[in-house]
């Protein structure tokens, strides 16, 4: 079992950033790709990021890429999610995930085993 625990989200005016974490406990942090989805009210989960188990490769949604960063910490089992230039459109309840059971198809939601609790991202115009 793995579990994760979200932290950094909060409300930020468009144009900001915020950095979200990812606490990871239980089973072998480093053996697992991590990753990020989202969810706004009414809509379904999106795939915002995701980062290789050996932290080589990383993959973006398109409507965050070049605004958004991911990255990994594997001594302190944390995983990041540097959130620039944000817009409006942004607010999400955003989703940890780990342990991807067919990594090409990365962005379905239903290929993740582990989920957070989530995080409320809420960006003012």
């Known amino acids: 079992q793995v579990q994760l625990v979200e932290s950094g989200g909060g409300l930020v005016q468009a144009g900001g950033s915020l950095r979200l974490s990812c606490a990871a406990s239980?089973?072998?942090?480093?053996?697992?790709?991590m990753g990020w989805f989202r969810q706004a009210p009414g809509k379904e989960r999106e795939f915002v990021a995701t980062i290789s188990w050996t932290g080589v490769s990383t993959y973006y949604g398109d409507s965050v890429k070049g605004r958004f960063t991911i990255s990994s910490d594997i001594a302190k089992n944390t995983v990041y999610l540097q959130m620039n230039s944000l817009k409006p459109e942004d607010t999400a309840v955003y989703y940890c995930?780990?342990?991807?059971?067919?990594?090409?198809?990365?962005?379905?939601?239903?290929?993740?085993?582990?989920w957070g609790q989530g995080t409320q991202v809420t960006v003012s115009s």
């Open positions: 239980g089973r072998t942090f480093s053996n697992y790709a």
């Open positions: 995930v780990a342990d991807c059971s067919q990594y090409s198809d990365y962005r379905r939601s239903i290929r993740w085993n582990y």
